[in-house]
């Protein structure tokens, strides 16, 4: 199958950057699209951004889209999330998904990686 592994999350203070990487191994011959996701404590998870593994048709929710840009390098089978002007209220685990089709559920999960922004 594929294994997806996050990194780059951290504490940052309010208005700094991050970028997460999602690196892929395994079957990546199978991923059609990838996306990235959070969860807050005490909320759902929810959407961020997400992109064909091809690199194509970036999109985001649209409260994120202009501070976060997510992108892909087939070469090295790695995602991307580059995040500016952070929040606190952007404090959350972003996780890696993926999936093998254009619809429906993300097939495969990340562990996530805690960012922490401060005030």
């Known amino acids: 199958q594929v294994q997806l592994v996050e990194s780059g999350g951290g504490l940052v203070q309010a208005g700094g950057s991050l970028r997460l990487s999602c690196a892929a191994s395994?079957?990546?011959?199978?991923?059609?699209?990838m996306g990235w996701f959070r969860q807050a404590p005490g909320k759902e998870r929810e959407f961020v951004a997400g992109i064909l593994w091809s690199g194509g048709s970036p999109h985001y929710e649209a409260s994120l889209k202009g501070r976060f840009t997510i992108s892909s390098d087939n070469a090295k089978n790695t995602v991307y999330l580059q995040m500016n002007s952070l929040k606190p209220e952007d404090t959350a685990v972003y996780y890696c998904?993926?999936?093998?089709?254009?619809?429906?559920?993300?097939?495969?999960w990340g562990q996530g990686t805690q960012v922490t922004v401060s005030s």
């Open positions: 998904a993926g999936s093998r089709s254009s619809g429906g559920v993300y097939d495969y």
């Open positions: 395994g079957r990546t011959f199978l991923l059609y699209r």
